[in-house]
């Protein structure tokens, strides 16, 4: 098999995640966070919808990453996200932290809303 390193250039890789946090960039952050290609910030949940709404126009999709088990986002809260012209994909955490990766370093417009598992 052969393996390539990946390089991210100026994109925030995410290193590692665990019960309760993320490491991102090599820097250890708890709770829910927002990712985009200009950083990480702490984010407050599904309830939080005015801080993913404000990436309109930055990104073309976000990930949502649910913790340990996949679950879905409120209808109404997809139907804001889409009518703002970005999509949503939603998966459990792992999944969503492997994406943002591959696909931010490829050069996407991408972000990741994500709970801890």
């Known amino acids: 098999m052969k393996l390539t390193e990946t390089q991210f250039g100026d994109v925030t ?3 590692g995640y665990g019960p309760g946090f993320f490491r991102i960039g090599g820097e250890v952050c708890e709770g829910p966070v927002l990712l985009t290609l200009t ?3 702490s984010w407050g949940g599904y309830e939080d919808r005015e801080a ?3 990436l309109a126009g930055e990104i073309d999709v976000i990930f949502f ?4 088990e996949i679950a879905h986002i409120a209808p109404d ?3 804001a996200i889409e009518a703002a012209g970005m999509g949503a994909e939603v998966m459990n955490t792992p999944a969503a932290c492997r994406t943002w ?3 931010a370093a490829e050069g996407r417009r991408v972000a990741m809303a994500a709970y801890p598992v």
Do not use: K, S
């Open 65 to 68: 990453g649910t913790g340990a």
């Open 13 to 15: 890789p995410i290193d």
């Open 39 to 41: 950083g990480v910030r």
């Open 101 to 103: 990766n591959v696909l």
């Open 52 to 54: 993913v709404l404000a």
């Open 77 to 79: 809260l997809r139907d």
